[in-house]
């Protein structure tokens, strides 16, 4: 059974940082990009951070120089770690796999992240 199970959302004050953690389960982690993804709602949901099977980021540039993604290929967990948060990063992540060959993708429940002005 295929599971990403998000945490590390909150609430937290503008300049603040959190650290969202999306655990892996019932795939083959390794073989998967990762990628962080945020929705407003009434908006689409936007690419924030996506990373690669070895490990090479890209970020959306909203949150360039702000946001790192890592993966850790042992614990099967992809992190997103936010510093100086503002305002505009209010919205639920979710946290996606995509298989780096075939046309396969998987989706987390979200977090929600709030942060206060």
């Known amino acids: 059974q295929v599971q990403l199970v998000e945490s590390g959302g909150g609430l937290v004050q503008s300049g603040g940082s959190l650290r969202l953690s999306c655990a892996a389960s019932?795939?083959?982690?390794?073989?998967?990009?990762m990628g962080w993804y945020r929705q407003v709602p009434g908006n689409q949901r936007e690419l924030v951070a996506i990373i690669s099977r070895d490990g090479s980021p890209n970020y959306a540039h909203s949150v360039k120089g702000r946001f790192t993604i890592l993966r850790d290929n042992v614990e099967n967990t992809v992190y997103l770690q936010m510093n100086s948060l503002k305002p505009d990063d209010t919205a639920v992540y979710y946290c996606?796999?995509?298989?780096?060959?075939?046309?396969?993708?998987?989706w987390g429940q979200g977090t929600q992240v709030t942060v206060s002005s």
């Open positions: 019932g795939f083959t982690f390794s073989s998967y990009v």
């Open positions: 996606r796999a995509d298989h780096w060959r075939a046309s396969l993708y998987y």
